[in-house]
């Protein structure tokens, strides 16, 4: 009886894809912006990461040997990502099985190339491997889930001296499609890994996400953006990190201003930071850079001053209703017409109070022939400013 042959590995069935070399812009999946997929702090985070909005549920778990993956180690998807697009622009042949050096990998996500940086980098690997996604995003029959790792498997290369040779590694199907997608990739600011906090990382991948290069920017309520950070930190924390992050205006490419509704809501409105101007050579105090943007009113270097808003703003911007339906629109939008049923419900019940006084207790009207009636039904309401409209 012939024996039976075993199943091909899913490394035999791929084609090998070495990353290419030199430097070009980084690239982002949309769906790992908006939603809530890594761990924002840089402590072990065994806790799994429940999200569920509309048609969208995830569930993101870890094991206590590595810990969950955190948006740090989201940077080896970024340079995968890059490599993917950057191939596939160039009608190269791409695949999920790629091979790189640590080296390069390092050098595109802003690291340095020590010892201990390429033990980081390892034990990286390790979790994006270990860390177990489910969602029902991109599935076409609703309520299917996906389950997949970030990484498949990954492996040490040796070279014919067992000197080591690089790394490989298998991508999951999910990030591979998508990111072929060219619609559900963005170009996101190099100087994004320079940022050293796990929130701000995070937050600057929703605004690029969900305000792009609107010039009217973008809103949110600082409890929606609580949730979808699956952040551990209680709300009152995470609103004075968020305060904070206002405050020092460290997001590249982007100005955050804090807007409070008439409710008494606290919102976090981002637009696209203006341009600083033409760079040109010029004789510059050692230590600064060769390039110095000249046409500038303000140095665009300088610390912005604390306060509540920037740039002179005095009231909340309209809505922005054209584009990301899946922000938080419908729930402000049915917060509005409860305050506006509640004030009139309040004027209601005043005019109530108002007819059951006795006559001697009501004030007379100066002009009785122009007096206003809460209870006459040919009266107009009194205006109401809508939240984030004009004042």
Not at 288 to 316: F, I, M
Request: hydrophobic share 35%; net charge positive; with cysteine.
């Amino acid at each position: 009886m012939a024996a039976r042959r075993g199943s091909p590995s899913e490394r035999g069935q791929l084609d090998l894809f070495r990353a290419l070399p030199g430097d070009f812009a980084p690239r982002d999946a949309q769906d790992l912006m908006a939603y809530p997929f890594f761990s924002l702090a840089k402590s072990r985070r065994i806790a799994p990461i429940d999200f569920a909005a509309g048609n969208v549920t995830i569930r993101v778990e870890a094991v206590p040997d590595h810990g969950m993956a955190t948006i740090w180690d989201a940077d080896i998807l970024i340079w995968a990502a890059s490599q993917i697009v950057e191939a596939r622009d160039a009608g190269l042949r791409t695949s999920r099985l790629m091979a790189a050096t640590p080296y390069e990998i390092l050098r595109f996500i802003g690291r340095g190339t020590s010892k201990r940086d390429y033990q980081r980098l390892r034990a990286a690997l390790d979790r994006l491997q270990s860390t177990t996604v489910s969602t029902t995003i991109r599935q076409l029959v609703e309520g299917r889930r996906h389950r997949f790792s970030w990484i498949n498997e990954w492996k040490e290369r040796s070279g014919r001296d067992g000197r080591p040779d690089g790394i490989e590694l298998i991508v999951p199907d999910w990030f591979y499609q998508a990111v072929l997608d060219d619609a559900l990739v963005l170009t996101i600011d190099p100087a994004y890994f320079d940022l050293t906090g796990g929130l701000e990382r995070w937050l600057y991948r929703i605004v690029r996400k969900h305000g792009g290069r609107q010039k009217a920017g973008w809103r949110f309520d600082f409890r929606h953006l609580h949730q979808k950070s699956g952040s551990l930190s209680p709300f009152k924390r995470f609103s004075f990190e968020l305060r904070d992050i206002i405050r020092r205006q460290p997001l590249p490419g982007y100005t955050l201003f804090l807007e409070v509704e008439i409710g008494g809501r606290v919102l976090l409105a981002f637009e696209p930071a203006p341009s600083c101007g033409k760079p040109v050579n010029a004789v510059v105090p050692s230590g600064t850079r060769r390039d110095v943007p000249s046409g500038t009113g303000v140095t665009c270097y300088a610390e912005p001053k604390p306060g509540l808003t920037h740039r002179g703003h005095t009231q909340n911007r309209a809505l922005n209703l054209e584009s990301n339906k899946e922000s938080n629109i419908e729930g402000r939008a049915g917060d509005v017409e409860k305050f506006i049923r509640d004030t009139a419900r309040s004027l209601r019940i005043s005019a109530k109070k108002g007819a059951l006084q006795p006559e001697s207790a009501r004030k007379p009207a100066a002009d009785p022939g122009n007096e206003l009636r809460f209870d006459d039904p040919n009266t107009s309401p009194l205006p109401v400013d809508l939240p984030g409209g004009d004042r």
